[in-house]
């Protein structure tokens, strides 16, 4: 049984930072695309960022580009989301996901697996 776990989501301050770290069971995370995503209260689910399963290619949503950073570590089999300056708008259930295919993009429909999702709050 495949599983993606998200961790690393909580409270913070604006302006503060937090890492997102993406882990998976049943499947080797190496072989595949990881797209992060977020969902506001009241919102449609939104693509943040993804990076390719080489590891080369990277891509941002507008509303984080500049501000966050996605990066895997191979020998830990984990796909991270470093997520700076961040603003009350960013307060979301942020998910990773998975898919089989070697270039990077935030299409949701695209992904197979789903985590379960971390939530983010950012608040004064």
């Known amino acids: 049984q495949v599983q993606l776990v998200e961790s690393g989501g909580g409270l913070v301050q604006p302006g503060g930072s937090l890492r997102l770290s993406c882990a998976a069971s049943g499947i080797t995370l190496n072989y595949y695309t990881i797209g992060w995503f977020r969902q506001a209260p009241g919102k449609e689910r939104e693509g943040v960022s993804c990076i390719s399963r080489s590891g080369f290619s990277t891509y941002y949503g507008d509303s984080v580009k500049g501000r966050f950073i996605i990066s895997r570590d191979k020998a830990k089999n984990t796909v991270y989301l470093q997520m700076n300056s961040l603003k009350p708008e960013d307060t979301a259930v942020y998910y990773c996901?998975?898919?089989?295919?070697?270039?990077?993009?935030?299409?949701?429909?695209?992904?197979?697996?789903w985590g379960q999702g971390t939530q983010v709050t950012i608040s004064s």
């Open positions: 996901a998975a898919v089989m295919t070697v270039s990077c993009g935030l299409g949701q429909n695209e992904y197979t697996y």
